[in-house]
């Protein structure tokens, strides 16, 4: 089975500080995402990478870096936060190939004061 | 971002039902992916479709690639309790990494 695991299932963080969402998958997936979740709005992409150091801006980038130096881990970066990145952020991986289904992990649910 | 149009967008039904769900695009897929989601948790993979027409089963559940490409449709029998939580549609198209969701069905059984 995929295993995709985040480092947190609860944060709070203070507006302003600088925020590291961690996400590591053990099935040597080439592509890793990390989405945000908020009522009504569905699964928003923020970045995805499809190699090691390789990074693309998804639909929502503003606000949000990535960092993806080995295979395994896929970071996110709130580099300053502020109360309207307050949600839930998952992360997903999949096979490099076309068509390959994503798997997620449990999510960060992040609240920022 | 572009989302895909899920219907509908809540149930409530009684436990030994059958639940039927569907996803509509605009735009033509190459994949469909079922995903359920339980409260506080990630979404999980249910079902997985590649081809137009195709019909895929596991367990209870039952999903089908429609023939124009461009809707797919999720079908539970004999609902439980468990089936309770977040029902997501994810559609990929040709030449893209990135799967559009749709908003969801939450599903709500009553005993």
């Known amino acids: 089975d995929v295993k995709v695991t985040q480092s947190s299932r609860y944060l709070v963080k203070r507006t302003g500080e600088k925020v590291f969402l961690e996400c590591v998958q053990d099935m040597d997936h080439e592509n890793m995402f990390w989405y945000r979740q908020d009522p009504g709005l569905g699964l928003r992409l923020i970045y995805f990478s499809y190699d090691v150091k390789m990074k693309e801006k998804g639909d929502i980038p503003e606000g949000y870096s990535v960092s993806r130096e080995k295979k395994e881990r896929f970071s996110l970066i709130l580099e300053s936060a502020s109360t309207n990145q307050t949600s839930m952020y998952l992360c997903a991986s999949s096979l490099g190939h076309q068509g390959q289904p994503q798997h997620f992990g449990d999510g960060t649910r992040l609240s920022i004061l | ?111």
């Open chain 2, 1 to 111: 971002g572009q989302q895909l149009n899920q219907s509908p967008q809540s149930m409530f039904i009684q436990e030994g039902e059958d639940v039927s769900m569907n996803c509509t695009s605009s735009s033509i897929f190459n994949t469909w992916l079922w995903y359920k989601q339980d409260p506080g948790e990630g979404p999980v993979l249910l079902i997985a479709l590649y081809k137009a027409g195709e019909l895929t089963s596991n367990g209870r559940l039952t999903a089908q690639f429609g023939i124009t490409r461009k809707d797919s449709f999720l079908n539970i029998s004999a609902s439980i309790p468990s089936d309770v939580g977040i029902y997501f549609c994810a559609g990929l198209a040709s030449g893209t990494y990135k799967y559009i969701f749709g908003t969801g069905t939450r599903l709500k059984v009553l005993a």
